[in-house]
């Protein structure tokens, strides 16, 4: 269990740091966050929400990323409260967006074009999952070899998340919407 923990651990931070770099990487890039958020929460001020996501993005990374590192169980557990809470959050603008049937792109993790679509909530149900495995406490010390190992899975698997919309147009049968 120490590795899946591990890997989750990584995999969160893989993801919340591509989302941080996606909307935090250009002017343009804030711009496209911020015309997003306002499709997704057009109840919220645009502009503030983004920057709490940035936010709670960052706190999610080094707080895992110093946690992991440092062993702080507790540090672990603010990193993945703070993802939990971003995530929920987050699959509630999607479910909004979805049910309201808003085609506005979410750019929730780079520039992808695609809206918000039910694979998206899975994405997040599935990061809450690993966030709460992170919040298990350790239970053995950890070898290099299976740490290696967990960076490479989470590597791939950080990679799949990141091109959940482009997989899914790979996968989806011909003629298909």
């Known amino acids: 269990m120490t590795y899946f923990r591990l890997g989750a651990g ?3 931070i893989g993801v919340f740091a591509v989302a941080f770099l996606g909307k935090a990487r250009s002017r343009a890039a804030r711009r496209d ?14 502009a503030p929400a983004v920057a709490l996501a940035l936010l709670g ?10 946690g992991l590192v440092l062993g702080s169980g507790t540090i672990v557990r603010v990193g993945g409260g703070v993802a939990v809470v971003e995530l ?10 979805i049910r309201r049937r808003d085609a506005a792109p979410c750019h929730c ?4 074009d695609a809206a918000p679509a039910p694979r ?7 990061l809450i999952v690993a966030a709460l495995v992170v919040a298990l406490p350790a239970s053995a010390p950890v070898e ?4 290696l190992l967990a960076l490479v899975v ?14 899914s147009d790979l996968l989806r049968p011909a003629g298909a919407l």
């Not at 997704?40 to 645009?46: K, V």
């Not at 993005?57 to 110093?66: D, F, R, T």
């Open 88 to 97: 929920v959050v987050f699959s509630i603008a999607l479910l909004g967006a």
């Open 57 to 66: 993005e960052s706190i999610v990374v080094v707080a895992l990323a110093a």
């Open 154 to 167: 989470s590597v791939v698997v950080v990679g799949a998340i990141v091109l959940l919309d482009d997989l």
């Open 144 to 147: 290099v070899a299976g740490v």
């Open 120 to 126: 998206h909530v899975a994405r997040n149900v599935g």
């Open 109 to 112: 993790l780079g520039a992808s």
């Open 33 to 46: 966050a911020v015309d997003a958020a306002a499709h997704l929460a057009p109840h919220l001020p645009p």
């Open 10 to 12: 990584m995999v969160l």
